[in-house]
Every structure is written in C-alpha cells, then in structure tokens.
C-alpha cells in the first residue's frame, strides 16, 4: 500500500512539474515576417529579410534570422493601443535613412515597445546633423 501511496505521489509531482515547464512555452511568441529593408534591432544593423521575433519572457524580444539562429536580443515594455489590431505589426522609425524597430503587435491590443529607443533615434538624428556640419564647415 505504501508503495501505491508513493508512486501516485511521484506520478503527481512530475505532472505538476511537467504543466510548469510546459507553461512557459505556451506563452512564448512566434512572429514570422519579411522586411524589405535594412534595419536597425537593438544596437546592431540587419538587412533586409526573412526573420522571426519571439517573446520567450515578458520584456524580452528575441530576433532570430531565416535559419531560426538567435541574432540579437532585446528588452521591452509593455505597451496598448484603444485600437485592436487584426494582425501582427512591426512599426519603423526612419532616423539619418535607417529604419529602426520600436514597436512589435502580435494582434490584439497589446504590444511590446523596445526600450531604449528614444535614446538611438535622437542619437542617429544628432550623427545626421554633425555630420552635414562637418561637411559644410569643410566646403570652401
């Protein structure tokens, strides 16, 4: 009996176990899209191509190329929007020419925004203009 006692025990611990592990993965995202151009993902600049981004845990985006390999990684913040969405999105800020991923909707009305963001833009604005005042203090 005490066998029977202990075995239903283990059965009922790896079960519990197993709905932990398998919980974590039933809320990962999986978005699959092509971007026709060069873009900027975190701190790091990729052309333009087949991609995926998913969401392994709240606050972090995850883009892995074609080949399903992880090519960079970053953090996020929640966003929502009163509009819903029937689609997933991406949305691009243009800075100095680069298009630059802020915003990842996987339908709904909830998002993730890219932290950091704000700070990359306004840094690709700054290089554009100092870069068109080196140019124009070396002209003749």
């Not at 052309?47 to 996020?76: C, D, F, H």
């Not at 990359?120 to 604005?125: E, G, H, N, R, Y």
């Amino acid at each position: 009996m005490k066998h029977l006692v202990t075995r239903t025990l283990a059965s009922l611990t790896l079960a519990v176990m197993g709905l932990a592990v398998a919980a974590p993965a039933q809320a990962t995202h999986n978005l699959k899209v092509n971007v026709p151009f060069e873009f900027q993902f975190g701190s790091q600049t990729f052309p333009a191509g087949q991609y995926s981004l998913i969401q392994p845990e709240q606050n972090v985006v995850v883009l892995r190329n074609a080949q399903g390999r992880a090519v960079a990684q970053a953090l996020t913040t929640g966003i929502g929007s009163l509009s819903t969405f029937n689609e997933s999105k991406l949305k691009f800020v243009i800075a100095n020419g680069m298009h630059i991923l802020t915003e990842v909707w996987d339908g709904g009305d909830t998002g993730q925004q890219l932290t950091h963001i704000k700070e990359q833009v306004l840094m690709a604005k700054r290089r554009s203009t100092d870069s068109r005042e080196a140019a124009e203090g070396s002209q003749p």
